[in-house]
């Protein structure tokens, strides 16, 4: 039933493969509860308080709303598909309105931690930790998601332009600037790849063994380095992201520059990086205006 649906996102609309799996769990969640408290497995009879009851179930289970709009979200797309191949007449989603969630703000290392991580803090002088530091700082200098690093090419590395092209979401080309001095430290890093380890692949970082990168390598190797700097709670690729967007955007980087450098689809996903400006705002006013109550 929701395979078609599957190779549809997988392989027309190229969603990643975290997106992917996500939805087919989701789905497979939500037809499993249907199936169980009301004996359904037909699309077309499954109704909207049965979707209602579905998401009651959820908050009972203590779901945050956001991951529920996310699971929301895959039903939305699977009963779109539906209607548009003409599985159902109606799509019952329409009388179904999301829970409201508040925004969370965004998890970001400050300035001088993450200047100490660059320059002060040593690693391992071996080639993982080699692999380990230019991980960290290239998420840091480009803000690229964790995927988006482990398919980063050779090929993809432009010198003459100092830039670096990358895939993102949708299978969306954007290109992003790099310093002269991150371009030295991948040249070097390509250089002793060569010499220690046997690898034909085209991307710019492997493993030890001379393999593609994988996702648990990288948020290890963030983690780690993330540790010796900061005491946050989350210490993930995804953190320094936010890091790079927030550290943008608080030394005066147009918003709109930021999106394209991010590979939002809209300006609203940015914005939420104006939060530590507001606090930096808020902080002067506090103490400088007479009438702050300070």
């Known amino acids: 039933m929701l395979a078609p649906f599957i190779d549809y996102v997988k392989f027309e609309k190229r969603y990643s493969g975290h997106t992917v799996?996500?939805?087919q769990n989701d789905l497979t969640e939500f037809l499993?509860?249907?199936?169980?408290?009301?004996?359904?497995?037909?699309?077309?009879?499954?109704?909207?308080?049965?979707?209602?009851?579905?998401?009651?179930?959820?908050?009972?289970?203590?779901?945050?709303?956001?991951?529920?709009?996310?699971?929301?979200?895959?039903?939305?797309?699977?009963?779109?598909?539906?209607?548009?191949?003409?599985?159902?007449?109606?799509?019952?989603?329409?009388?179904?309105?999301?829970?409201?969630?508040?925004?969370?703000?965004?998890?970001f290392v400050e300035r001088i931690p993450m200047d100490r991580l660059l320059h002060q803090i040593e690693l391992p002088d071996t080639f993982e930790g080699h692999t380990q530091r230019l991980i960290v700082e290239l998420?840091?200098?480009?803000?690229?998601r964790r995927?988006?690093?482990?398919?980063?090419?050779?090929?993809?590395?432009?010198?003459?332009?100092?830039?670096?092209?990358?895939l993102g979401k949708g299978s969306k080309e954007r290109i992003i600037p790099i310093s002269t001095e991150l371009l030295g430290k991948m040249d070097a890093y390509q250089a002793e790849k060569d010499q220690m380890v046997s690898s034909d692949l085209p991307f710019l970082l492997v493993t030890g063994k001379g393999k593609k990168l994988y996702p648990e390598f990288v948020y290890r190797s963030v983690k780690k380095m993330l540790g010796l700097v900061t005491t946050l709670e989350k210490k993930s690729p995804h953190v320094l992201r936010h890091t790079f967007a927030t550290h943008l955007v608080n030394n005066g980087?147009?918003?709109?520059?930021?999106?394209?450098?991010?590979?939002?689809?809209?300006?609203?996903?940015?914005?939420?990086?104006t939060h530590n400006t507001i606090e930096q705002l808020k902080s002067v006013y506090e103490q400088a205006h007479p009438h702050s109550g300070k």
């Open 21 to 23: 799996i996500a939805y």
């Open 32 to 107: 499993l509860f249907i199936k169980e408290k009301y004996e359904e497995t037909e699309p077309a009879r499954i109704s909207a308080p049965m979707i209602r009851s579905w998401l009651v179930s959820l908050r009972n289970d203590n779901i945050q709303p956001r991951s529920i709009n996310r699971k929301l979200s895959a039903l939305r797309s699977w009963y779109k598909f539906l209607l548009k191949n003409k599985k159902i007449e109606a799509n019952p989603l329409q009388k179904i309105n999301p829970p409201k969630s508040g925004k969370r703000l965004p998890v």
């Open 139 to 144: 998420l840091y200098a480009t803000g690229i």
């Open 147 to 166: 995927s988006e690093l482990i398919n980063l090419k050779i090929m993809d590395i432009d010198h003459s332009a100092g830039t670096i092209k990358v």
């Open 253 to 273: 980087a147009d918003l709109n520059a930021v999106k394209e450098l991010l590979g939002h689809a809209n300006l609203s996903a940015t914005q939420i990086y």
